[in-house]
């Protein structure tokens, strides 16, 4: 983990709404962020180029669209929300790309695709659009193709509606390319990418009734390369790892993977603090990482009675758990990231701090994301909170952190060391210095 | 950074007594403060469960995770404080204060129909313990129903005399309810001690504001979805109606009086008695005087 990490392209865009999700594409060329309005807005890379190799590496605007609409459930008399919970990629197959974006209910495949041509010469309208009166044309002509400026559009391909009944908190695209699993609070359900009428359910822990429910779903993503796989979290801090080969409804999981409580720190806090927020599988396919209140965890996919490692993101907060329990702090969801070879995880805390830690040599940096600290180019400083009495020159007081700046969201680049964190409605792109 | 929210405030819940303050001497008075300084800690953090899932009921589409955690630390506390005795003596003290505040003259007689017809109903002897999402209990609506009587029959006999079954059953769509209030409003008086004399301690508050909870907790995880109506409404309809006199003129006009509203939300219910008329999405100022009365409520009812 070196410690300089620079700035790119810091606040390269400031959209009106706060940002609810950030996801790279599988190649890093892309980077999209969706937001609270519905809104997607697409970051490209800027190529590098010899008379300006510092150039390389920055992300500026490609495409922005609206995914999706605030609507109204009439049955119920409910709004749905337009905010975007996730995006996810699809590997590039072809020129154009693709990418699945969801909000509560409903998940859309949009098709992000350039043009750079267009049609002219047409016989029934003019080169305005106007329609012709046909009775003027005299001699027919054929359209031809003629270069024009670059256009992106964004098409929505597929809209899948009408499967969830609760609230949509992941979606997770599989390595087979042809599916995808869209998860609520009871239930997963498994798509074709092709076919949006129906979908197979393949979880469902909804009690029948619903007085007994004492445990929700949070996440739940496919295994990088075992196609049959995936995992899904729950509020009660464990994971299930499912094969969907066993059996068609994944109800019983293969491994469960769960720590025990430890008892000389139990509280009232202790189930809320313990309910996952995030799991993302490592690269490699071996590890499963997960996020709960204060820690982060890597799991090894082969020993389910305890983690491989455990973080502390935050333990500072364990002796106010009843404040951010009383501000609602507690129920922050907060993601949790691998770099692109599975060596360091970052996560997000508050006072717009996010951590990173190195599994190997088990170093720990805490970074801000501020406008104040994040002129292009600039180093970012690691940043320190004290617990209490002395505080040194540049340290943090526990009291003094700003609980309504978190990051919740955040992507690193599948290959290199660049990561997007989202505050708030601010973006920041940061990446290692280069030598 | 902090908002003000409750009177007390947890310190830190960790905290273990001080090992060394018991005094030989006075073994009883420092354990006793100890034992009342947590007590009191617990209480606030019950109290401030309550109201956030007071809170959770009250937005337009509560979020699931949220209550069901929430939900579940009150179970616990609810658990811990039947094991020490503290759980009884609260039930107790809540029942004789209801039954002392109670008995005011508007009280909707259709009510007491219902409440009769649940005991028949439910045919339940003892009460259950408190689950965190039960069926048990006043909502918390009945409660505001009690300050606010004077918005008219309609939103008072709204709140009870929905179909007085469990949860499962309905009254016909035929009326055009929304089935989710059903499992909002119904009511089981299980839990309340003195559930034979529906007069007083029954519908209000009875089941004091701890085991409101349960009832607000269930009818945020009943109303999330709607559920297969019962294979013939009639028979339900018929039992409903089977003791109803005419001269209950209060349930006619209530269940006309819901034919004729537009279609609200579950949610929307507990807007419509404060605002005095049904509006489809919840008011921040509505919910802040309900809970003001209900933080009222609570001071008077709770705790010293």
């Known amino acids: ?435 | 950074m902090f908002p003000k929210g409750t009177k007390r405030k947890f310190s830190d819940s960790g905290d273990e007594p001080p090992a060394g303050s018991d005094d030989v001497n006075q073994p009883s008075s420092a354990a006793v403060r100890m034992l009342s300084s947590y007590s009191l800690q617990r209480q606030s953090l019950l109290d401030m469960s309550l109201i956030k899932l007071q809170l959770c009921h009250m937005l337009v589409e509560p979020n699931l995770c949220r209550s069901v955690l929430i939900a579940n630390t009150v179970r616990q506390i609810q658990e811990e404080m039947t094991q020490d005795g503290t759980w009884q003596i609260m039930t107790q003290a809540l029942s004789a204060a209801n039954a002392a505040a109670q008995c005011s003259a508007d009280r909707l007689v259709a009510t007491e129909v219902l409440c009769r017809q649940t005991e028949a109903a439910q045919g339940e002897p003892a009460p259950k313990p408190f689950p965190a999402v039960g069926s048990e209990g006043c909502s918390a609506e009945e409660v505001v129903v009690v300050e606010e009587e004077d918005e008219g029959v309609e939103g008072g006999v709204i709140m009870s005399t929905v179909s007085p079954q469990a949860p499962t059953a309905y009254l016909p769509s035929t009326f055009g309810i929304d089935p989710c209030w059903e499992e909002e409003t119904g009511e089981e008086e299980d839990e309340d001690e003195d559930s034979e004399e529906c007069a007083s301690g029954s519908e209000e508050g009875d089941n004091d504001r701890l085991v409101e909870d349960s009832r607000t907790a269930e009818q945020v995880f009943g109303t999330f979805e709607i559920k297969n109506p019962a294979p013939s409404p009639d028979p339900a309809l018929e039992e409903l109606f089977s003791d109803v006199d005419a001269s209950y003129y209060d349930l006619d006009t209530v269940l006309t009086g819901m034919q004729s509203a537009p279609k609200m939300g579950p949610y929307d219910l507990l807007e419509s008695l404060s605002s005095h008329g049904p509006s489809p999405l919840s008011s921040s100022t509505s919910c802040r005087s309900d809970l003001n009365e209900l933080d009222h409520i609570m001071e008077i009812i709770v705790g010293s």
């Not at chain 1, 699993?181 to 798509?191: A, C, F, G, K, Q």
């Not at chain 1, 993302?280 to 709960?292: V, Y």
């Not at chain 1, 996919?301 to 329990?325: I, W």
């Not at chain 1, 970012?380 to 009291?399: A, F, H, Y």
Request: aromatic share 10%.
């Open chain 1, 1 to 435: 983990l070196r410690a300089k990490i620079t700035v790119i392209a810091s606040l390269c865009f400031v959209p009106a709404d706060i940002i609810s999700t950030v996801e790279f594409n599988p190649s890093g060329e892309l980077l999209a962020t969706g937001d609270k309005g519905g809104r997607v807005v697409v970051f490209q890379r800027e190529q590098e180029t010899k008379s300006q190799p510092q150039r390389r590496g920055e992300y500026n605007v490609y495409s922005t669209f609206q995914s999706h609409e605030p609507e109204f459930d009439y049955l119920k008399s409910l709004e749905i929300e337009e905010k975007i919970n996730k995006i996810r990629w699809l590997p590039q197959q072809n020129a154009a790309y693709f990418l699945l974006s969801t909000n509560d209910k409903t998940v859309k495949l949009w098709k992000i695709s350039e043009r750079d041509r267009r049609p002219e010469g047409y016989n029934l309208k003019d080169e305005d659009g106007r329609i012709r009166d046909p009775s003027t044309i005299t001699s027919l002509r054929v359209p031809v193709l003629q270069p024009t400026d670059l256009m992106v559009e964004a098409t929505a391909r597929r809209v899948y509606s009408n499967a969830h009944t609760y609230h949509i908190n992941s979606i997770s695209v599989n390595s087979d390319l042809q599916t995808y699993i869209s998860t609520d609070d009871l239930r997963v359900n498994l798509w074709n990418l092709e076919i949006t009428d129906q979908s197979f359910n393949i979880v469902d822990i909804k009690p029948s009734n619903m007085e007994d429910l004492t445990e929700v779903i949070t996440a739940a993503e496919f295994h990088p390369q075992q196609c049959n796989t995936f995992a899904y979290s729950s509020s009660r801090g464990s994971i299930r790892l499912c094969d969907m080969r066993k059996q068609a409804l994944c109800d019983t999981h293969c491994k469960f993977f769960e720590e025990p409580e430890d008892p000389s720190t139990r509280s009232f806090f202790s189930e809320i603090i313990s309910s996952i927020s995030d799991i993302k599988f490592s690269h490699s396919g071996r590890f499963l990482m997960t996020r709960d209140y204060l820690t982060v965890k890597v799991w090894d996919l082969n020993m389910e009675n305890k983690p491989l490692e455990t973080y502390q993101v935050h333990d500072y907060l364990r002796g106010k758990l009843c404040s951010l329990y009383e501000n609602d702090c507690i129920f922050d969801k907060f993601e949790c990231v691998w770099n692109g070879s599975d060596s360091v995880i970052m996560t997000g805390s508050y006072n717009n701090f996010f951590r990173m830690f190195d599994r190997n040599t088990k170093r720990d940096v805490t970074l801000e994301a501020s406008r104040e600290n994040s002129k292009p180019r600039a180093i970012l400083k690691p940043r320190k909170v004290c617990m209490g009495g002395k505080r040194r020159k540049d340290e943090v007081t526990v009291d003094s952190l700003d609980f309504s700046k978190k990051i919740l969201h955040s992507t690193w680049h599948p290959q290199d060391n660049i990561i997007a964190v989202a505050a708030s409605n601010n973006l920041y792109i940061f990446q290692d210095k280069v030598a």
